[in-house]
């Protein structure tokens, strides 16, 4: 089989309780020709003398130190700029991989710009919650780049993407937008994205991950409705113009302008008319996906970050 080169982007803060359990996944996995791209964000615990020890014993592990700290966002966009892999995986440091992802992912390539895959939920203490992401998300839904506007249902964790992806109009990540939410869209706008129906992480829930939203649920106020159009703005800036959705894009952003009656109308009625495509990933049923439509009114977008 073909053997490419892979990079596993592996960003860490405070994360020592999970780290080494981590990694050990990462050392046995059964395809072994890929390098670690292991990038600290100024951790206070063992995080990165633990990175550092195992740079000793693997010479696959680059590790990095960030001066200050950036936050998972410009964490992950800095490791990924350090990659020289063919294909590139993002990796958390406090999940599980099974052994045989990286071998499982390289076998189905197809030449699409992004690949993902489903993930079993487990605790704190490594037990199986009997929880998988399918059963909250529609994974391998049909989706296009409006899918990516107010939800995501690629994390960061199941995706791996071709170096093609980094020729496309990637970077910097937009400060509002989580990155893997930022991947998806930019991978469906310009390419394929393919899904892969196993589970290759066992995805830890803990209390303390990253992509918990402290604005999911707020109502707009003057301050977020200025963050939300910027976010919108991030999607229509980097949209081809020949795409269909275009002046979509543009008419949303522009409801987020001033709070009227009407502008608050019609964000409803652009969410009404496109909520197939906003909601293919929701693994609900009709009534909810009206219901998520009719909340945009007054409600902060769902994947919005803090």
Partial sequence: MNQPFVSIILCTYNGE?????QLDTLVQQTYGNFEVIAVDDCSTDQSYSILKEQ?????????????MNLGFNENFEFGIRQAKGDYLLICDQDDLWELEK????????????LYYHDSQLISKDDQFLNKKLSD???????????SFIALNCITGHTCMFSKELLSKPLFPFPKHIYYDNWLGFIASTYGNICYIDKCLVRYRIHGQNNAANKLKGKRLNATTRAICMNEIDSFYTFTPDEAPYKDFLRKLRNTYRSDTIWNNLFRVLLFLKHARSLTAARNKNGLHRLSLCLKMAY???PNHLA
Avoid: H, M, W
Wanted: glycine share 4%; hydrophobic share 40%; with cysteine.
């Fill in 102 to 113: 990286l071998e499982c992912l390289i076998l189905s390539i197809n030449g699409s710009l």
């Fill in 17 to 21: 309780r999970f780290l080494q359990k």
């Fill in 55 to 67: 740079s000793t014993k693997d010479d696959r592990f680059k590790i990095y130190q960030n001066e």
């Fill in 299 to 301: 409600k902060v977008l």
């Fill in 136 to 146: 909250k998300f529609r994974l391998g839904a049909k989706l296009n780049p409006l």
